[in-house]
């Protein structure tokens, strides 16, 4: 029995949502030591408010192809990766297979969703056009008025909640530490490297390897050197969790339309989102967002107004100037590895990020260099 992570881990997570979960659960799985530390719950900030859409299709962006790439390659891994943590772990992480329509509520919605679709197909995406009424086949509850709608089959979903609770189960089996409402108040840094972390009550942990995947607060813990900082920042993100009090059947796929998207559970529940709001790390719920998310999702599916509404919640995304995630060892530290700047997709790529820090910090064990998923690092660039 090789001695517990927290006597000399080999690696110190910092942060466990749902990408240090992944990381914490890929690297146990390897043979690494790993002590994953949150200063709240595991899963508890802003994994709990995402949709959990699996979205690389919806969510390609115009001059975002390299991101593209990089979902359509963590998409892939998806079915495995939920399967096998399933089997780990013993409880079902809620992936459910729907696809997702794309939908287009009036005639200018519809021809921005046509061009939506070619720049989709100038890409190798695989959509499938569909006229109103026969998207109003696969999904009666969609509004009358609806003037065109895409389908899109490798779009799926995952509860993020259950997933963060098999990560955990899972992680944990695997012989990592998962330790809560541990703050981290500072990476300690000794002779040019990584050397661990001190906690916010004073204590030292020796490590010589730290991830930091603290997702929007990334950029802000001390002792992380100016040319190892990562440059992310909070985007806000307000959603509501609906729920029928009828139960399922009201939408089976996911729904998106140009403001607004609807996530089903499969079990009466949907989570309704999202805003995009500069507003720093405030997390205040408004009237006005609730309304708009309500309206907007009224105009597609108008019985989502007979929904009750059991929580409304705000989360903050990592963002990055250029909107790819950091993935891999700093280039500007020894020992310092980066998983962060998810932005809207964290829960999509965190089967990518995990294999890939899981390689990375492998390597970085056995003294063979490195391996990264990105070539060349934000800092580097
Ligand atoms: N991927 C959904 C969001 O960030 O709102």
């Known amino acids: 029995v090789s001695a517990a992570p927290q006597d000399s881990p080999d690696v110190v997570v910092i942060g466990a949502g749902v990408i240090g979960l992944s990381i914490a659960w890929r690297a146990a799985q390897r043979g690494l030591r790993v002590l994953a530390l949150d200063r709240g719950e595991p899963g508890g900030g802003t994994s709990r408010v995402a949709a959990g859409m699996l979205a690389p299709v919806a969510e390609a962006t115009f001059g975002e192809q390299r991101l593209v790439e990089m979902k359509v390659r963590s998409a892939a891994l998806w079915p495995v990766f939920a399967a096998e943590l399933e089997a780990a772990s013993g409880t079902s992480p809620g992936y459910l297979p729907v696809g997702t329509l794309y939908v287009g ?43 065109a709608a895409l389908h899109l089959p490798t779009d799926h979903a995952v509860d993020p909640v259950a997933l963060c609770a098999a990560l955990a189960g899972a992680a944990r089996d695997a012989g990592a530490e998962l330790r809560s409402h541990t703050e981290v108040a500072e990476l300690l840094v000794a002779s040019g490297r990584v050397a661990g972390v001190r906690l916010a009550g004073g204590a030292r ?27 992310v920042r909070p985007v806000k993100g307000q959603v509501l969790r609906l729920r029928d009090p009828a139960g399922p059947g009201l939408l089976t796929s996911v729904l998106r339309s140009e403001d607004v998207y ?16 500069e507003k720093g790390f405030d997390t205040s719920i408004s009237a006005l967002a609730t309304y708009e998310l309500l309206r907007d999702a009224a105009e597609v599916l ?30 500007a530290l020894e020992g310092l590895f980066n998983a962060t700047g998810h932005y809207r997709n964290g829960v999509l790529l965190a089967p990518l990020t995990a294999e890939a820090l899981a390689a990375d910090l492998t390597s970085a064990t056995n003294g063979v260099g490195h391996l990264s998923l990105q070539a060349d690092p934000v800092e580097a660039r």
Request: proline share 10%.
């Open 302 to 331: 108008p019985g989502i107004l007979e929904l009750e509404i059991e929580a409304a919640l705000a989360g903050l995304r990592p963002a990055t100037p250029d909107n790819l995630p950091v993935i891999g060892p700093s280039a």
């Open 262 to 277: 609807v996530v089903p559970r499969g079990d009466g529940r949907y989570v309704l989102g999202a805003s995009v709001e």
């Open 205 to 231: 942990i020796a490590s010589p390897r730290v991830v930091v995947a603290a997702g929007a607060w990334a950029g802000e813990l001390a002792g992380i050197p100016a040319e190892a900082r990562v440059p």
């Open 105 to 147: 509520r009036d005639r200018d919605a519809a021809e921005a969703l046509a061009r939506e679709a070619d720049f989709r197909r100038s890409l190798g995406l695989e959509i499938e056009s569909l006229l109103p009424g026969e998207a109003r086949r696969r999904e009666p509850a969609l509004a009358p008025s609806l003037r």
